[in-house]
């Protein structure tokens, strides 16, 4: 018999809190809420939708407000979710389907006490942009508790699985969720707090780093987070020979890489930091699609298309990709860096072939629309041609759809295409 037990911590969580308790109602035995401290309608919205909602006074630990959630469930298996964390409706009836085979597996399923599965991140256009595993799925057991007051760990573990048909989503990344809760503020103050504790822990200053380049992000949205102290903290995390948790190594790789992409005199350090990160992560197809794009950034458009596609035949090829996050994570990734490289070789049937891809599934995209526009028509493109083929991604009956398409054309500079456009449009508002 499944008894799932849902619990979370809270705190001013009233926009998020409907939701996170909605997808597991069908399939919870009980829902644990423990709110550290609300002073909106949290609380009053939980106990509305029948959740058990408890106390505890926050003392900045995370891992012990966790575990008094623990404490509180009767069920005999937790799913421990945050309030910006949701399973979707088929996901929660595969949850249980999952909990139910494996409680009835006599000689294997007792020793399963953990479900590891993908967490899924959106962002603020409620897309995925990477995707890594988590485990949020356990047995009710005394030895299974959390530690840490900050980027708390589940410890005391026996046998977990994987089940990659089952995906926690999380909004709590997007900029706008940042700023609403002004999370990154206090998780600086928590991680200095621990370092002024632990000065020598590394993984606290990999966290450290990482928070204050979610920061700079936040407050500048178009940078590339660089910052000075994390400069410092992440470079200490990649020459530390110590155990290291391989998301934040990772991270530590992927932030200079990003910052070597905007400096072209760094161009070929990027390159060489991508290859020193592909042999440490040799799974992970991430730190190719990085060499590529900074193939693309030399220059080198033909070497970066013919990588970019070599990787894509792979990854339709492999089943366990590994650590791999973003190339996984956002279907239109390659496609975008195949159109630059494309519009770098000046190929123009690669330019409406890779530009359609991305603007089918995402037609609101200027910066793609934009560059797409202006190639077709410097290399010759009718503009008869052009609105053929725009014909096949946009309702060219549509105003809306050709006001956009004037505006995208008169940023890239196709100014005559532009006015064409919005005659049209201008026809059929009259």
């Not at 037990?5 to 009233?14: A, L, T, Y």
């Not at 380049?213 to 020459?239: H, Q, R, W």
Request: hydrophobic residues 40%.
């Amino acid at each position: 018999m499944v008894r799932l037990s849902q619990c979370m911590i809270v705190k001013n969580e009233e926009k998020n809190i409907e939701k996170a308790l909605g997808w597991a109602k069908p399939v919870a035995y009980e829902q644990i809420v423990v709110d550290t401290g609300s002073t909106d309608k949290t609380v009053e919205l939980a106990e509305k939708m029948g959740a058990k909602v408890y106390h505890f006074e926050w003392i900045d630990d995370f891992g012990a407000a966790k575990n008094f959630a623990i404490e509180q469930a009767t069920g005999n298996w937790i799913a421990f979710l945050d309030a910006d964390e949701y399973l979707s409706p088929e996901d929660a009836q595969k949850l249980l389907k999952k909990l139910k085979q494996i409680e009835a597996e006599p000689k294997t399923g007792k020793s399963i006490s953990v479900i590891r599965t993908p967490w899924v991140q959106l962002n603020d256009k409620n897309e995925v942009f990477a995707i890594y595993k988590q485990s949020r799925i356990f047995r009710n057991l005394p030895q299974l508790r959390y530690k840490g007051k900050i980027h708390e760990a589940l410890l005391g573990h026996g046998e977990i699985i994987f089940t990659d048909d089952i995906s926690i989503m999380h909004t709590g990344y997007a900029i706008g969720a940042f700023e609403e809760t002004s999370k990154l503020e206090r998780n600086i103050k928590l991680l200095r707090a621990g370092l002024k504790e632990n000065p020598n822990d590394i993984m606290l200053k990999a966290y450290l780093a990482d928070s204050i380049n979610n920061k700079v992000m936040v407050e500048n949205p178009n940078s590339n987070g660089a910052d000075p102290e994390a400069d410092i903290l992440f470079d200490e995390v990649l020459k530390s020979s110590e155990s290291i948790n391989t998301v934040m190594k990772k991270k530590a790789y992927v932030y200079f890489i990003v910052k070597y992409l905007s400096d072209p005199e760094k161009y070929t350090e990027c390159e060489n930091l991508c290859l020193e990160a592909a042999k440490q992560f040799s799974n992970d197809l991430d730190f190719e699609y990085f060499r590529a794009v900074t193939y693309s950034r030399k220059g080198k458009f033909k070497e970066a298309y013919r990588m970019l596609k070599e990787l894509e035949i792979t990854i339709a090829n492999t089943k366990d990709t590994g650590d791999t996050i973003f190339v996984t994570g956002d279907s239109t990734l390659i496609d975008k860096q195949l159109l630059v490289a494309a519009q770098g070789m000046g190929d123009v049937e690669a330019v409406i072939q890779h530009a359609s891809v991305v603007l089918n599934i995402d037609k609101t995209n200027q910066s793609i629309l934009s560059p797409y526009i202006y190639t077709l028509i410097n290399h010759g493109v009718s503009e008869e041609e052009v609105v053929g083929h725009l014909g096949k991604i946009y309702n060219l009956g549509n105003p809306s759809d050709l006001l956009f398409i004037a505006r995208a054309a008169k940023d890239c500079g196709a100014v005559e295409f532009a006015r064409v456009i919005m005659i049209i449009a201008g026809e059929m508002l009259n």
